[in-house]
Every structure is written in structure tokens, then in C-alpha cells.
């Protein structure tokens, strides 16, 4: 890895925590990992026509308890939106997330850096949304197999503030934040079950300055361990390209570890 | 028996002093409706069996004497209400062979309370129209004149009554689509508060809108089945958590002090004159009933329209992307690909007014337009129920015509969508400000065509509407004409 002592590494880490909910977000089926496709499901996780969602309350509480963990603000009044777009495993043609009115914001979290210091990281936000199902491909001929088990486990979005400056301090981060809430009991942290994963907004930009470079996406980094390892291969590639990347707009989006899908880049609609 | 010529109310009386048996009263109905329904389409499916059923569980309780009010009552159903292993089509080739595995909020109340569903109701595709006539089904015609339409969106729930064909049916309102029908059929119809009856089981159309709500020969009837279907449900965040009082015990026949509101822009210019003259009399006889009447006005009337074709549609783009072809429902034939099966499944399986829809509401919901089209539209949704709001605070009702002219020809507006959505100019603003209103019949026009006139109420005020319903139907007999059939 190229450590140019005049360029920082700037990063923000999303964490999306399942949560150990008896039951899933907007219905009373079961979140129990490694069932047989297709048997905890419902008319409200099939998004037949006419059902309705109703919001867990262990879900809000357990919200309500991360927010508290991390300091963070939390709003008497959030608000949930649906994000539309087509695709075989999300049954409604949409996802229901939280947009403009999360439950908890601005809190933060203190880690311990590799030289002993420690460092504040902020949290813009956390927001309740559901997981989507799965599509199944392998070993079938011409037509996908779909399993909606998966569909309507309740997760937190944990977005970070881009105030990490290396893979060590987001891996301290990670670590932290997956000690927390595992001792809150509200997501046990498996990230080989998928129970807590990790999407990273890495950008690049030459010390002193205040914004951000081009920002690559790296998606579901299944592990802490390859998230710190210092030769982390697409941190090292994104600052060896960095010098002839364009300095304004999104970088492209990378699918590091493709165990869940991200939404298609022809998704037009914003949430409302 | 000539079923056509009973109310609810009579015959609960007669079924319970054994002059009837709810199994003779269903045979009845099941028989008129395969003489009659084919000349006037107001049933997509009859589910005889299903009936048959029902009249005879009905039979053993009035013998147990453990009935309901609604016990052994034939009715409908708008075909939206999802019905566990009766098909449920909303009106569209898109669920034209859709089985639900799972019984809606209002018709598991109604199956509970003892009442015989005769079948499921014509309706426009997913409820979008005026008429009736995006029905994948075929149109719905007016029992007053095959010629005519019956107005939508539940149409086949007010040509079912007008034609004597249930002795109640379940209609659901939108932009209107309880009333209109109402009004264009001579029927009395009643929107709740959003949120009064739950939306469990009924397919979305517009969410921040849906109502489900009765279509009846009379007040009274209303009465019983609001009773029936209103009140909380753990299974709708949105249904209102609030007692359901017993209507049929506050119907009172006088107004005395009762202060009704006339909001001065719901007479434009160009209102049929007969519609005119009726409200007149109408008035008139409120004023005779004890009612005190004074000018009101509501300024945002006129931003009706475009506010609702901006939020309604919005919310169905939305609604009607579960639609896919994947799960449930109509595939195309041999899809190369996915882009494919979306394509041809939502080209094939929607009708022109859905899609029209469709592609309105995901216009006004891309990113860069959110703001200017559906985030300014909730914004003018505000101003139009603070306008109710304010004129409350003088009044205990509003009186307004329920439509502007009566039932049209059909195919007249079929090819004009905004002359079509003018239909709902005088309903939409009660769905915007989440109101309850009731539409009844006030007079005929030169050719003998029923006219509505509706009343508003506040939020979970449905016992004064009917109440007032119920007093002007004491005072006069419009509710009682039947079409020849
Ligand atoms: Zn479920």
C-alpha cells in the first residue's frame, strides 16, 4: 500500500446488524437463520395483495437501546419510506427503510488507535430497515429459485462519519461496535451468517484538505480481519488510482464479496 | 318474496320472528341475481356454494339465538377484499385467477357476525376510474338505464343494491368511489374516517386514502353494517383506536340546532340545474327538520384535482409493483429474460388506466421531481384539510352535491381521462382530509335519473352523518325508488 504522506485515507463505514428479534419487522414469522427455503414466511413477507406491515416494538427498543449505547440522539417521531425498485427477491417492489427521519441520530463511538490513542468517531445516523430474500442460481438451469425466509428480518443501518483515516481504525471501529451490541444481546454479530455486515465509503484526498475525493464503494467486507489487514487489496488499488481519478461524483460502485446484492443501478426512484 | 323490495332492517325482524329462513332469503337473492346479472354485470363472481353455507350456519344461530344484526343477511363484496379461497380479482386480468390464502379484516367481521356473502362485486382495474369501465371484467350498467354508467369505483356494489340484487354490499372509497356510485345508482353510501375500518386484506390502491366502507338501501341499513365492520385492528398500524358507539341507537329524526355548512365553491356555474334545484329543496328540508344552515367556504376546493392525481397515483406506483409475475398473480408467456417478465407481465396484465397511473405516479416520485410534484402536494393536502378544519369549528356538518352531473352514457368519457376525473370533483377532498362522508339520494333529473347529495362530517363523526341521513330519509322517500327491471 502506497503511503503517500501527502495524501489521507478518508472512510465511512455502513453496518447493517440483524436484530435478534423473535420476530421478523412487520410480521409475527419467525428470524431463525438456516430454514428450509421458503417455510417462515407469510402473506405479509409474500407482499401478497391487501397485507399491511406492523412495526415490531422489540425492534424499536432494541433501536432505542443502540442509540442509547453510542450517545446517540433519538427521535420521539422517525419515519419510515419505501425505497422502489423491481427485483424477484424484494416480493413488494420495494424496500421499507428510514429516509429522512431515522429513530437515532448524531451519536458516537471512541475507539483505541493502533498508536494507543484514542479517537472519537461520530454516527450520523442509525435507521431501522428490513433485509430483502434470496435469489438462489446455483445448479438450477434457465430459472432462479427465490427464498423469502430472509425477507423482512429487521436490520440497523449504522452509518458512520467518514472519520476514519485507515483500515486499522475502521477495523478498531467494527470491533467496537460489534462488542456493543453483541453485549446489548440485540444482533450476535456472526458475519459469516451475514448477521453483521460491512459496506465502506473509501475516498482519497492530500492532507489539510476538507473535501472529500471521489469515493469508491466497497460492499459486504465479511470480516474484520480483511477489513484491518493492511494489504487489503482494493484500499491499496483505490490509492494507486487515485491520482488519475476524477475528483467530483461517486466512483464506481464494487461488489467486493457478492453475498447479498446491492440495489440496481437502474433504481431512478428515491425513497418517499 | 320479491327480495328486491327489502331493507336490511326489515328483514333482521323477519328472520328473526321465523317469517323467513336465512337459507330461503339467500335462494332468493342467488336466483334474482343469475335472472338479472347478466344484463347488468355487478357481479364478477357468485360463490352460490359459499352462500348456500353461510344461509345455513346463519339458520342454526337464529334457531340458537346467539344471531348479530347481520346475522343471515345476504350482501356483497367489492372484489378487492381478499377472500380466502374465493377468487379476488380487483377487477384486472392481472389477479383474474388469484385465490387468496387469506380472509381480509372486514370480510372475516362479516363472515363472523353471521352475514351471507353472495359474492364478489364488479369494480374498476384496482379501482381506478369513475365509471366502471376499466373493469377487465366488462362494464357495470345502471340498473336505472342500461345505457348508463353506475359510476365507479365501486360500481358493481351500488348496481348490485340498486337492483335489488343483496340487501347491503362493502364498498371502498378512494377519490369517491363509495359516494359517486351512490349518488349515480340512488343508493346511500358512506365513507368512513381513514382509519375507522381496517384496511387489512383490502388491495391498495392509494394507502394514505382507502376507506372501506357500506353501500345500503337507507341510513339505518348503513348503520348495521358500518357497526359490523368499523373499529381497531392489531393487522392495520392506521386503523383508529377508538370505541365504535352503536349507530343504529343514535339515528335521531330531527336536526334541531344542528348547524350544516354550504361551502359556496361546491356550486360552480355549470352545475346541472336539476342537481341545482335539488339541493334547494334538500336544504329546505333541513331547515324544516331543525337545522340551522350557513354559508361556509373552504378556499383550496379548487386544488383538488391536481393534488389528488398527484398523491393517488404516486402511492400506486408504489402499491402495484408487488405485481410482477414472479410470486402470484399473471405471467407472460415464455419470458426470454427478467426485463422481459416484467415487461410483458405488467404491459399484458394492466388495463390503460392503471398503467396511465402507474407511469404518473413513478413520474411524480423520480428523484429531482419528489419535491415540486409530491412533496408540494402533500403540502396543499395540508391546506385542504385545515380548511375542513376551520369550518368545524362554526358547523356540525357540511352539505355539498355528491357529483356534478348525473350518470353519463358509457364510453362518453372512456377516451377523456381529465374529463373523466371530474366526476370526483366534489368527493376527493374528503379522502385528502381523511373525513368521513355519506352520499343520498335527493331527487331525479328530466329523465328520471337519481341525484346524490352528500354531507361531511368530522373525524369519527359517522353517527351525526347518519343520524342526519337518517332524519332527511324520515322526512322524504327518494332512498325508496327502484329502477324498473
Ligand atoms: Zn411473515
Known amino acids: 500500500m502506497a503511503h503517500d504522506p501527502l495524501y489521507e485515507t478518508v472512510i465511512g463505514l455502513e453496518v447493517h446488524a440483524q436484530m435478534r428479534t423473535q420476530s421478523k419487522i412487520f410480521c409475527g414469522c419467525s428470524t431463525t437463520f438456516g430454514a428450509e427455503a421458503n417455510t417462515q414466511i407469510c402473506p405479509v413477507c409474500a407482499a401478497l395483495p391487501g397485507v399491511l406491515p406492523v412495526l415490531n416494538t422489540e425492534l424499536v427498543q432494541m433501536a432505542i437501546k443502540t442509540g442509547l449505547a453510542i450517545q446517540g440522539k433519538i427521535r420521539e417521531r422517525s419515519e419510515f419510506s419505501r425505497k422502489n425498485y423491481f427485483y424477484p427477491d424484494l416480493p413488494a417492489g420495494y424496500q421499507i427503510s428510514q429516509f429522512e427521519l431515522p429513530i437515532i441520530e448524531q451519536g458516537e463511538l471512541h475507539v483505541v488507535t493502533d498508536d494507543g490513542n484514542k479517537k472519537k468517531i461520530g454516527i450520523t445516523r442509525i435507521h431501522m430497515e428490513v433485509d430483502a430474500g434470496k435469489s438462489l442460481h446455483e445448479g438450477i438451469q434457465g430459472f432462479s429459485w427465490i427464498d423469502l425466509n430472509r425477507t423482512g428480518t429487521p436490520l440497523l443501518e449504522i452509518v458512520s462519519e467518514p472519520d476514519l483515516r485507515s483500515s486499522q481504525e475502521a477495523g478498531a471501529y467494527l470491533k467496537k461496535l460489534r462488542s456493543i451490541l453483541r453485549y446489548l444481546q440485540v444482533c450476535d454479530g456472526n458475519m459469516e451468517e451475514g448477521s453483521f455486515r460491512c459496506d465502506a465509503n473509501v475516498s482519497v484526498r492530500k492532507q489539510g484538505q476538507t473535501r472529500l475525493g471521489t469515493r469508491t464503494e466497497l460492499k459486504n467486507l465479511n470480516s474484520i480481519r480483511r477489513c484491518r489487514c493492511p494489504g487489503n487489496p482494493t484500499l491499496g488499488r483505490h490509492l494507486e488510482h487515485h491520482p488519475s481519478h476524477a475528483r467530483q461524483g461517486r466512483g464506481p460502485r464494487l461488489s467486493l464479496f457478492p453475498r447479498t446484492r446491492s440495489p440496481p443501478a437502474g433504481d431512478s426512484s428515491g425513497p418517499h | 318474496m320479491d327480495p328486491s323490495q327489502l331493507t336490511l332492517v326489515q328483514t333482521q325482524s323477519m328472520l328473526r320472528a321465523r317469517q323467513i329462513s336465512a337459507r330461503e332469503l339467500a335462494i332468493a337473492f342467488l336466483d334474482r341475481i343469475d335472472r338479472i346479472n347478466p344484463d347488468i354485470n355487478a357481479f364478477i363472481t357468485v360463490d352460490r356454494e359459499g352462500a348456500l353455507r353461510a344461509a345455513q350456519q346463519a339458520d342454526e344461530r337464529l334457531h340458537q339465538g346467539n344471531a348479530t344484526p347481520m346475522t343471515g343477511i345476504p350482501i356483497g363484496v367489492k372484489d378487492l377484499f381478499c377472500t380466502e379461497n374465493l377468487r379476488t380479482t380487483c377487477g384486472s386480468k392481472m389477479l383474474s385467477r388469484f385465490i387468496p390464502p387469506y380472509e381480509s379484516t372486514v370480510t372475516r367481521k362479516l363472515k363472523e357476525a353471521g352475514a351471507v356473502i353472495l359474492g364478489k362485486t364488479n369494480m374498476d382495474e384496482f379501482a381506478m376510474g369513475s365509471s366502471n369501465e376499466t373493469s377487465w371484467f366488462g362494464p357495470v350498467k345502471n340498473p336505472w338505464d342500461p345505457q348508463r354508467i353506475p359510476g365507479g369505483s365501486s360500481g358493481g356494489s351500488a348496481a348490485a343494491l340498486a337492483a335489488g340484487l343483496a340487501l347491503a354490499t362493502i364498498g371502498t372509497d378512494t377519490g369517491g368511489s363509495i359516494r359517486q356510485p351512490a349518488a349515480l345508482t340512488g343508493i346511500t353510501g358512506l365513507k368512513p374516517t381513514y382509519g375507522r375500518v381496517s384496511r387489512y386484506g383490502m388491495i391498495a390502491f392509494a394507502s394514505s386514502l382507502d376507506q372501506a366502507g357500506p353501500m345500503a338501501r337507507s341510513a339505518e341499513d348503513a348503520a348495521v353494517v358500518l357497526q359490523c365492520i368499523a373499529g381497531h385492528d392489531a393487522q392495520d398500524s392506521t386503523s383508529i383506536r377508538a370505541d365504535v358507539p352503536d349507530y343504529a341507537k343514535t339515528l335521531y329524526p330531527r336536526m334541531d340546532a344542528i348547524r350544516i355548512g354550504i361551502p359556496t365553491e361546491y356550486r360552480p356555474d355549470?352545475?346541472?340545474?336539476?342537481?341545482?334545484?335539488?339541493?334547494?329543496?334538500?336544504?329546505?328540508?333541513?331547515?324544516?327538520?331543525?337545522?340551522?344552515?350557513?354559508?361556509?367556504?373552504?378556499?383550496?376546493?379548487?386544488?383538488?384535482?391536481?393534488?389528488?392525481?398527484?398523491?393517488?397515483?404516486?402511492?400506486?406506483?408504489?402499491?402495484?409493483?408487488?405485481?410482477?409475475?414472479?410470486?402470484?398473480?399473471?405471467?407472460?408467456?415464455?419470458?426470454?429474460?427478467?426485463?422481459?417478465?416484467?415487461?410483458?407481465?405488467?404491459?399484458?396484465?394492466?388495463?390503460?388506466?392503471?398503467?396511465?397511473?402507474?407511469?404518473?405516479?413513478?413520474?411524480?416520485?423520480?428523484?429531482?421531481?419528489?419535491?415540486?410534484?409530491?412533496?408540494?402536494?402533500?403540502?396543499?393536502?395540508?391546506?385542504?384539510?385545515?380548511?375542513?378544519?376551520?369550518?368545524?369549528?362554526?358547523?356540525?356538518?357540511?352539505?355539498?352535491?355528491?357529483?356534478?352531473?348525473?350518470?353519463?352514457?358509457?364510453?362518453?368519457?372512456?377516451?377523456?381521462?381529465?374529463?373523466?376525473?371530474?366526476?370526483?370533483?366534489?368527493?376527493?377532498?374528503?379522502?385528502?382530509?381523511?373525513?368521513?362522508?355519506?352520499?343520498?339520494?335527493?331527487?331525479?333529473?328530466?329523465?328520471?335519473?337519481?341525484?346524490?347529495?352528500?354531507?361531511?362530517?368530522?373525524?369519527?363523526?359517522?353517527?351525526?352523518?347518519?343520524?342526519?341521513?337518517?332524519?332527511?330519509?324520515?322526512?322524504?322517500?327518494?332512498?325508496?325508488?327502484?329502477?324498473?327491471?
Open chain 2, 270 to 485: 355549470n352545475l346541472l340545474p336539476e342537481i341545482q334545484q335539488a339541493l334547494e329543496k334538500a336544504e329546505q328540508i333541513f331547515r324544516d327538520l331543525g337545522a340551522v344552515l350557513v354559508p361556509v367556504s373552504l378556499p383550496h376546493t379548487r386544488y383538488a384535482i391536481p393534488t389528488y392525481y398527484i398523491i393517488a397515483p404516486a402511492e400506486a406506483s408504489s402499491n402495484l409493483a408487488r405485481y410482477d409475475g414472479i410470486r402470484f398473480g399473471y405471467r407472460c408467456q415464455d419470458p426470454v429474460d427478467l426485463k422481459d417478465l416484467y415487461t410483458r407481465t405488467r404491459t399484458e396484465g394492466f388495463g390503460d388506466e392503471v398503467k396511465r397511473r402507474i407511469m404518473l405516479g413513478t413520474y411524480v416520485l423520480s428523484s429531482g421531481y419528489y419535491d415540486a410534484y409530491y412533496r408540494k402536494a402533500q403540502k396543499v393536502r395540508r391546506l385542504i384539510a385545515n380548511d375542513f378544519h376551520e369550518a368545524f369549528k362554526s358547523v356540525d356538518l357540511l352539505l355539498t352535491p355528491t357529483t356534478p352531473t348525473t350518470a353519463f352514457p358509457l364510453g362518453d368519457k372512456i377516451d377523456d381521462p381529465v374529463a373523466m376525473y371530474l366526476s370526483d370533483l366534489f368527493t376527493i377532498n374528503v379522502n385528502l382530509a381523511g373525513l368521513p362522508g355519506i352520499s343520498i339520494p335527493c331527487g331525479t333529473d328530466a329523465q328520471g335519473l337519481p341525484i346524490g347529495m352528500q354531507l361531511i362530517a368530522p373525524i369519527l363523526k359517522e353517527e351525526n352523518l347518519l343520524s342526519a341521513a337518517h332524519a332527511f330519509q324520515t322526512a322524504t322517500t327518494w332512498h325508496q325508488r327502484k329502477p324498473e327491471l
